[in-house]
T-cell receptor
Framework: KAGVTQTPRYLIKTRGQQVTLSCSPI?????VSWYQQTPGQGLQFLFE???????NKGNFPGRFSGRQFSNSRSEMNVSTLELGDSALYLC?????????????FGPGTRLLVL | AQSVTQLGSHVSVSEGALVLLRCNYS??????LFWYVQYPNQGLQLLLK??????LVKGINGFEAEFKKSETSFHLTKPSAHMSDAAEYFC???????????FGKGTRLSVIA
């Protein structure tokens, strides 16, 4: 079974631009979560989607948004990019939401904002 | 506030030596606990998971972790370190049904030949 895939793997943008990242979960997984990883802040939760509905949202500004499609694929969008948005963005999928569910991570998209 | 703490941002061991990476959580109820490993330029890979079935959990690559409720700890161990174990290790905790996974800051493990 294929793992979680994320596209693109690397991205360079300039301040003020917007970016869309894509995540395809493991087949059969319906829950997708997004995390931002930076050297200073570590791994921070962005949001979680299940059945096309946002279930949880982390403490990030409204410039960060996401959505999930009927096939469980998910996208996240960051508008008006800032230098501090440079990070590794990780997507994780699980069969369903819930504290006991194991999340499986993709390789991440590394975003550099210049 | 519920949190997870990894003691030591960097641990260095000799090849063949015991690996001990520490993780403590703060919660009034036993959570679900996970250890993940991250190799350079890669995502996170699940090492093991505690779900209350057994306090000693065996994972992949020879790692295991023991849940100690009295100490609110879930330390990761491996009897004999291998060069390929050099990576960053994250402890993660899920406290209740509707809360997201909370990660520790991570511990970078270096293995010296």
């Amino acid at each position: 079974k294929a793992g979680v895939t994320q596209t693109p793997r690397y991205l360079i943008k300039t301040r003020g631009q917007q970016v869309t990242l894509s995540c395809s979960p493991i087949s059969g997984h319906r829950s997708v979560s997004w995390y931002q990883q930076t050297p200073g802040q570590g791994l921070q939760f962005l949001f979680e989607y299940f059945s096309e509905t946002q279930r949880n949202k982390g403490n990030f500004p409204g410039r960060f948004s996401g959505r999930q499609f009927s096939n469980s694929r998910s996208e996240m969008n960051v508008s008006t990019l800032e230098l501090g948005d440079s990070a590794l963005y990780l997507c994780a999928s699980s069969l369903s939401p819930g504290a006991q569910e194991t999340q499986y991570f993709g390789p991440g998209t590394r975003l550099l904002v210049l | 506030a519920q949190s997870v703490t990894q003691l030591g941002s960097h641990v260095s061991v000799s090849e063949g030596a015991l690996v001990l990476l520490r993780c403590n959580y703060s919660s009034s109820v036993p959570p679900y606990l996970f250890w993940y490993v991250q190799y350079p330029n890669q995502g996170l890979q699940l090492l093991l998971k505690y779900t209350s079935a057994a306090t000693l959990v065996k994972g992949i690559n020879g790692f295991e972790a023991e849940f100690k409720k009295s100490e609110t700890s879930f330390h990761l161990t491996k009897p004999s370190a291998h060069m390929s174990d050099a990576a960053e290790y994250f402890c993660a905790v899920s406290f209740s049904g509707n809360t997201p996974l909370v990660f520790g800051k991570g511990t970078r493990l270096s293995v010296i030949a």
